[in-house]
């Protein structure tokens, strides 16, 4: 083989070695497109929604126009140093849609999830007809597990939250009128403010705090006498 024979025969044996790594380069990865920033950032995971809360109400934080007929009562056990109650004069009272003595005030609250509602009640002393042991509760915007609109202020729904016949404080819990109904949990259509509705069943009966609870409290109430927000 002539030196220039040589020559040629090594540049095509290096030619066809670039060749060969070239093409193994263009067998790796494709490149990434241009918004493959805005693709992964479209795929995330969206942050799960806090948990729900439990909603409590003190009745020493109400304000003197909140009552109807209800008045503040000195209590040291209560939150505050205060509940509210009405005055005993012996009568049994009628349900909603009779508009009796009550107790009206906002809460907040989140769509879709189950609600348990507590009233942490002070029965009273019995009197002629009354075992002061009965408060009957609304709330604007709830519907039942159907999703049917039900306990609205106003109207002949409600729950009613009754008491023993001993006298002293207990939570007792807010179940349904309606025997047909299986289970007393509350839902709500929206989030936001709804409006709760407490109303006397018997004179003499009181309360500090109002409690719906979405989990803590779902099936069994608070053990303590004062539930903290």
Excluded at 114 to 132: E, L, N, T
Aim: a neutral charge; proline letters at 10%.
């Amino acid at each position: 083989m002539t030196r220039r024979m040589q020559i040629l025969a090594g540049i095509s044996l290096l030619l066809g070695f670039h060749g060969l790594v070239g093409g193994c380069r263009e067998t790796g990865p494709p490149p990434a497109p241009a918004n493959s920033a805005a693709v992964v950032a479209e795929t995330q995971l969206k942050k799960p929604e806090a948990a729900p809360r439990d909603v409590v109400v003190y009745a020493s934080d109400l304000p003197k126009s909140a009552l109807s007929e209800f008045d503040f009562w000195n209590d040291p056990a209560s939150p505050g140093g205060r509940m509210v109650g009405t005055p005993n004069n012996g009568d049994q009272l009628d349900p909603p849609p009779e508009n009796d003595p009550h107790v009206t005030f906002k809460v907040e609250v989140q769509r879709g999830v189950p609600y348990r509602c507590w009233i942490h009640m002070k029965v009273g002393a019995p009197k002629d007809k009354s075992k002061a042991n009965i408060l009957w509760v609304q709330l604007s915007d709830a519907v039942d597990k159907a999703n049917k609109e039900a306990f609205k202020p106003g109207t002949g729904s409600y729950l009613t939250a009754q008491g023993p016949a001993r006298e002293g404080w207990t939570w007792v819990g807010c179940d349904s009128a309606d025997p047909k109904s299986s289970e007393p949990l509350i839902y709500f259509r929206t989030n936001g403010e709804v409006t709760a509705r407490l109303q006397a069943g018997m004179e003499g009966v009181g309360f500090d705090q109002f409690l719906l609870s979405p989990a803590r409290f779902l099936e069994k109430p608070p053990s303590e006498g004062v539930v903290k927000k």
